[in-house]
C-alpha cells in the first residue's frame, strides 16, 4: 500500500458505456494527477489539480473528465470511449504541485471492447 | 521541455548480478525520482534524490546535477527486482517526465 488507492484495479467497458476510475490519497498532499500509460509509450500527464481547482489538462480527449471534490479525492469520468483508450490508468499525489516526490497508485488497467 | 534518456533500454541478468542504470536529463531539475513498475504495473517510488546519493537496502542512487545524470545500482539482484525502471525529472512547476524506462529481467 502506497498512500495512494485506486479502484477498480481492472475494468472492461463498452465503447457506450459510463464509468469512473477513483483515486484517493491518505498522505495529505496538495495536488493530484492522472497519467495514460498505453503498450510501448511513455506515461502522459493528463490532468493536474492543485489544492482542488484543475491547472493543467494536456489536451484530453472530451470523453474522459476529471472530478477533484477536495484535496483527497480525483475521479476519472470515461463515457463514449474508444478501443485505442485501452491502457493503465495511474493516479499519483505530491505535497505540492512545485514540490516533493510524487507516490503513485497501482493503477487501473482499462480495456475499451 | 526538458528531455530525459535512459539506458539502457532492455538488461538481462542473472540472479546475483550488480547492475547500474544511468538517466540523463537535459536541462536543471529540483525533483528526480527512480521508479520501479512491476509485471503488474505497480509504480514504485525507489528515491526522491534531485541531488546526492542515497542507499536503502540493495539499491543506491547518485544524482550529479551539475553534469545532468543520475545513476541507479542494484545490487545482488533478485528475482523480484525484474520490471522497468524509470527516472523521471522536474524543474519548478514544470510537468514530471519520464524516461522511456530500462527493462530488467532477473533469470534465477
Known amino acids: 500500500e502506497t498512500g495512494v488507492t485506486q479502484t477498480p484495479r481492472h475494468l472492461v467497458m463498452g465503447m457506450t458505456n459510463k464509468k469512473s476510475l477513483k483515486c484517493e490519497q491518505h498522505l495529505g498532499h496538495n495536488a493530484m494527477y492522472w497519467y495514460k500509460q498505453s503498450a510501448k509509450k511513455p506515461l502522459e500527464l493528463m490532468f493536474v489539480?492543485?489544492?482542488?481547482?484543475?491547472?493543467e489538462n494536456n489536451s484530453v480527449p472530451s470523453r474522459f473528465s476529471p472530478e477533484c471534490p477536495n484535496s483527497s479525492h480525483l475521479f476519472l469520468h470515461l463515457h463514449t470511449l474508444q478501443p485505442e483508450d485501452s491502457a493503465l490508468y495511474l493516479c499519483?499525489?505530491?505535497?505540492?504541485?512545485?514540490?516533493?516526490?510524487?507516490?503513485f497508485g497501482s493503477g487501473t488497467r482499462l480495456t475499451v471492447v | 521541455g526538458i528531455q530525459v534518456e535512459q539506458s539502457p533500454p532492455d538488461l538481462i541478468l542473472q540472479e546475483g548480478a550488480n547492475s547500474t542504470l544511468r538517466c540523463n536529463f537535459s536541462?536543471?531539475?529540483?525533483?528526480l525520482q527512480w521508479f520501479h513498475q512491476n509485471p503488474w504495473g505497480q509504480l514504485i517510488n525507489l528515491f526522491y534524490i534531485p541531488s546526492g546519493t542515497k542507499q536503502n537496502g540493495r539499491l543506491s542512487a547518485t544524482t550529479v546535477a551539475t553534469e545532468r545524470y543520475s545513476l541507479l545500482y542494484i545490487s545482488s539482484s533478485q528475482t523480484t527486482d525484474s520490471g522497468v525502471y524509470f527516472c523521471a525529472v522536474r524543474f519548478g512547476n514544470e510537468k514530471l517526465t519520464f524516461g522511456t524506462g530500462t527493462r530488467l529481467t532477473i533469470i534465477p
Open positions: 489539480y492543485s489544492l482542488e481547482e484543475r491547472v
Open positions: 499519483a499525489s505530491s505535497p505540492g504541485q512545485g514540490a516533493g516526490g510524487y507516490t
Open positions: 536541462d536543471s531539475v529540483n525533483n
